[in-house]
């Protein structure tokens, strides 16, 4: 015992101090992990055709960008090299031009359809949930998808653009569309071809929505065919570094 006191007042005394502090920093890392709670996952709905299409997209969407890059790429080479005419540069301006509008990187304007989404005004069915009145982000999902399937081109949800990167999200009393906070009424604008509505309203998951949503709850559904209808441009970022497709759960799983 004595030689251990003898040994300790030979240490000097910064290297005691600092041997303290970094155990009460491993304490407080310990502490911090120990309280992260759980993250919470987003899954989207089993839909074989809807699983399909966000993947399609996502290929398209991959295949955008890396075009995109391989044409910066030239440019710069031939800049480089003086040897690029004006013609050349202008035409791969063209080709990147015409791959940021299919990205969803450039404002769009053309035929289409306007879809508004309210909350429900009258009473409630006797025994409903107040909480089924309100529109949530699965119904303006649900409307999303269908847009797709029914063959739109270009989406926005009161003014945010959708990409294949896009949340939509119930965030407290309003929904979450890229990183913004959306409160109703919910405009979804859709660019396609003639007939879109047409194709949509026969579509089975919209009809689904309009009988088990709007004429069950109350929700307000109208839509409009305006002359043009402009879907601005996504404003986020679109770099990622690292995706996958998330696996829908199987049948039998919890």
Known sequence: MSGLVARLRRTP???ITLGAALLALGFLVAAQLRSEGPRVRYTSQERAPLI???LSLQRDQDA?????LELNEQIRALQRRGEGSAALVAELNRQIEAARIAAGLVAIEGPG???QLTD???????????ADALVHSDDIRTLVEELWLAGAEAIAV???RVTVSTAILDIGGSVLVNSAYLTPPYQIAAIGPPG???RLSASAGFVDFVVNRADAFGLGLSFAEPERV?????AGTVTLRYARPEPSPSPGGP
């Open 230 to 234: 402009v879907v601005p441009a996504y």
């Open 13 to 15: 005394s910064w290297q």
């Open 158 to 160: 009161n003014g945010e």
């Open 64 to 68: 955008l960008k890396a075009r995109i």
């Open 196 to 198: 879109l509505y047409d």
């Open 113 to 115: 359809l306007v879809l």
């Open 120 to 130: 429900a005004a009258g009473p409630l069915p006797p025994g409903a949930n107040p």
């Open 52 to 54: 399909e299409t966000v």
